[in-house]
Nanobody
């Protein structure tokens, strides 16, 4: 069992930055990928970014490439999403998730999910 708790969301203006945190506890094996997904009002949940727990390989959605950075904290019990140059279209509830295998991009492969943290970007 893996427990994921997100924090760091809030209300910001376009162009601002935010850092989301996800603290993992339980069976946090090195084989896990950690990912961030988001769900905007009235839309499907979508992939944002992911990182391999062991090697640090990163994956990004095209919409956030160059603006968002995902990284694992030290000690290896947390994963962060640094979000820069935020846009109103980044407004969503952001979820942290963990998977033991499969595609890092596909939410169907993720076994554990946090409760979500809301991000609102005003124009």
């Amino acid at each position: 069992q893996v427990l994921l708790v997100e924090s760091g969301g809030g209300l910001v203006q376009a162009g601002d930055s935010l850092r989301l945190s996800c603290v993992a506890s339980g069976r946090t094996f090195s084989s896990y990928h950690m990912g961030w997904f988001r769900q905007a009002p009235g839309k499907e949940r979508e992939f944002v970014a992911a990182v391999s727990w062991a090697g640090g390989t990163t994956y990004y959605a095209d919409s956030v490439k160059g603006r968002f950075t995902i990284f694992i904290g030290v000690p290896k019990k947390s994963v962060y999403l640094q979000m820069n140059s935020l846009k109103p279209e980044d407004t969503a509830v952001y979820y942290c998730a963990a998977t033991s295998g499969g595609s890092a991009y596909s939410q169907g492969t993720y076994d554990y999910w946090g409760q979500g943290t809301p991000v609102t970007v005003s124009s």
